[in-house]
């Protein structure tokens, strides 16, 4: 396989699966489905395996091996990746495309913190200030 198919594979199998606990979720996912339903097999079908990908990330946080599940994801993914540009190398650019949309959305970087957000605050008397950029914020 040419070596360009499998660095946009490796790279796009990386920047999806650091994605999957993001508000960008659901953007990456809707992308890749699409790209999939076009040329190989239902959106549905990869919706659902995106989304079981998504679970078992979100629940080796718990389990405490997050790093290993991470990586056998990236793989994964990287395989189904791979698999797809070699029977539709016509579709590097376009999963390139969402790799850099994904990128763009995030700061320009898969792995850094996403989008730059400034908040002031000013808190006076017996006053209080709550604020969050972005995310799922959880009470106990």
Request: aromatic share 4%; net charge negative.
């Amino acid at each position: 396989m040419d070596p360009a198919l499998l660095t946009v594979a490796s790279t796009s199998a990386n920047a999806l699966v650091s994605l999957m606990t993001t508000d960008l979720w659901d953007r990456a996912k809707s992308g890749v489905a699409k790209l999939y339903a076009r040329l190989s097999k239902s959106s549905e079908a990869v919706a659902l395996e995106l989304e079981q990908s998504r679970l078992e990330l979100r629940s080796s946080a718990e389990r405490a091996d997050l790093d290993e599940t991470t990586t056998e994801l990236q793989q994964m993914w990287k395989g189904k990746f791979r698999r797809l540009l070699a029977d539709y190398p016509d579709a590097t650019a376009e999963l390139a495309e969402l790799v850099s949309l994904w990128q763009g959305s995030r700061g320009g970087n898969a792995e850094g913190p996403g989008n730059v957000i400034h908040q002031t605050a000013t808190a006076s008397d017996n006053s209080r200030v709550y604020q969050q950029g972005s995310g799922v914020q959880h009470n106990s």
